[in-house]
């Protein structure tokens, strides 16, 4: 049998060091996109409190006052989309711009069906109402989104919508009351 030449040798040893220092480079990358990753949710983390710290609430009328608040008018009345229906469904427009909601305010009656036209003016805007109506809606820039109830549903009261993520930086907020 031949033995080993020093020239082979070294090149084992060698070929075993870069072998080495490729599984160290390897389990340092895999430690820092570990490192990346809880950083992600770290962040993930902050942006979370900040909706939820402008999350939507539902306040019963009977604790305010409810002559403080003046039914507001819908643009347009719509036929039912339901047979048998004689109601008129009421339309109310509700835009979204970087200084906030217009109007930010909307007083509905109990009786009432109600849809509201959506609209983000100069960016991407998105809309959440408390429960019960529960609703979360969005709209690209220019584009507006349909969104309806019918408030005879929903216990009178006023009711918080807010932009919960797609939002200008003071986190606009607006009042829905249903008398």
């Not at 599984?23 to 900040?50: C, D, G, H, P, R």
């Not at 069906?113 to 809309?127: C, K, N, S």
Request: aromatic share 10%; glycine share 6%.
């Amino acid at each position: 049998m031949r033995s080993i030449s020093k020239k082979n040798l070294v090149l084992v040893a060698l070929v075993l060091f870069i072998g080495c220092l490729l599984i160290v480079w390897y389990f340092l990358q895999k430690t820092k996109t570990i490192s990346t990753e809880i950083t992600m949710v770290n962040s993930s983390a902050q942006i979370i409190n900040q909706i939820s710290s402008s999350t939507p609430s539902f306040t019963p009328l009977e604790n305010t006052s409810s002559s403080d608040y003046v039914f507001s008018n819908p643009d347009e009345m719509l036929p039912s989309t339901v047979k048998e229906d004689t109601r008129k469904v009421k339309l109310f427009y509700l835009k979204e711009s970087s200084s906030g909601f217009s109007p930010s305010t909307l007083v509905v009656r109990k009786t009432d069906t109600i849809r509201l036209q959506f609209t983000a003016v100069d960016g991407d805007y998105d809309l959440a109402i408390a429960p019960p109506i529960g609703a979360y809606i969005a709209a690209a820039k220019g584009g507006s989104t349909l969104f309806g109830f019918d408030a005879r549903s929903i216990p009178p009261g006023i009711y918080t919508f807010v932009c919960e993520k797609l939002c200008p930086p003071q986190h606009p907020q607006g009042t829905l009351v249903i008398q």
